[in-house]
């Protein structure tokens, strides 16, 4: 797979649909503790740029954060993505993409939070929570 791949994707019930270009082929995995309440387990996500949606009538969003929101379909339930609002970049539920080939877990981020009761074998890098906060989130200067 090349670095832009454009990949098609759906939730469980099909109702929503969408296309993508994947930036690269690395999957990460978010442990935070809001990740997991949404997820029952660490968000695992690809980073992708051109996103567009059909059946977007059926997608719930829901600000998560000061710069994020998440979006889910309100027909089935599945969990769709993780935006950066400033940004606009989405980081898609892998499991949502038809086509999976060529893809390498490669990230984990809040890796602060991960509970005692699992733990990933594969070797990534790795981001506590505070590192991503410093990377996304709004300093005081931005929001005053």
Request: aromatic share 12%; glycine share 6%.
């Amino acid at each position: 797979m090349s670095d832009d791949s454009q990949r098609t994707g759906h939730c469980l019930c099909g109702a929503v649909r969408f296309s993508a270009t994947v930036n690269k082929p690395h999957v990460g995995a978010c442990h935070c503790s809001m990740c997991r309440r949404w997820s029952s387990a660490p968000y695992m996500e690809i980073e992708c740029a051109g996103v567009r949606f059909e059946g977007e009538e059926h997608i719930t969003r829901f600000r998560s954060s000061d710069w994020a929101e998440r979006g889910f379909c309100s027909k089935c339930g599945s969990n769709l993505f993780y935006r950066i609002i400033d940004s606009n970049d989405y980081q898609m539920a892998v499991g949502l993409f038809d086509d999976q080939s060529g893809l390498r877990f490669t990230l984990q981020v809040f890796t602060d939070e991960t509970p005692d009761f699992y733990a990933f074998a594969n070797e990534t890098k790795m981001l506590t929570g505070a590192e991503i906060f410093a990377m996304y989130a709004p300093t005081d200067d931005e929001t005053t």
